[in-house]
Nanobody, 124 residues
Framework: QVQLVESGGGLVQAGGSLRLSCAAS????????MGWFRQAPGKAREFVAAISWSGGNTYYADSVKGRFTISRDNAKNTVTLQMNNLKPEDTAVYYCAAMVHSGVITTAAPYGCWGQGTQVTVSS
């Protein structure tokens, strides 16, 4: 399996942008679908975006569609989440995850490997 480390979180004003990166270790990174999830205080973890192992297919939550873009570089073992036009409701801890089990790519259950998370705070 893989180990995942997120970076790029921080504090930004509404309307601003952030770029989250997830660095993966392990030779099998390119065989996994990858996803980003987030968890706000007092709320359940929710799906944000996902990308297939080849990068050919991407998936987004309705709340971020048109504002966030997920991409990956299998040569560099990285997956990136570009977040534009951020809103206060985007404030959460963002987690990178590898889909190591079969299942629905937009749900958390198949993702068996998780990073430690990075905080994103959007001020109004």
């Amino acid at each position: 399996q893989v180990q995942l480390v997120e970076s790029g979180g921080g504090l930004v004003q509404a309307g601003g942008s952030l770029r989250l990166s997830c660095a993966a270790s392990g030779r099998t990174f390119s065989s996994y679908h990858m996803g980003w999830f987030r968890q706000a205080p007092g709320k359940a973890r929710e799906f944000v975006a996902a990308i297939s192992w080849s990068g050919g297919n991407t998936y987004y939550a309705d709340s971020v569609k048109g504002r966030f873009t997920i991409s990956r570089d299998n040569a560099k073992n990285t997956v990136t989440l570009q977040m534009n036009n951020l809103k206060p409701e985007d404030t959460a801890v963002y987690y990178c995850a590898a889909m190591v089990h079969s299942g629905v790519i937009t749900t958390a259950a198949p993702y068996g490997c998780w990073g430690q998370g990075t905080q994103v705070t959007v001020s109004s």
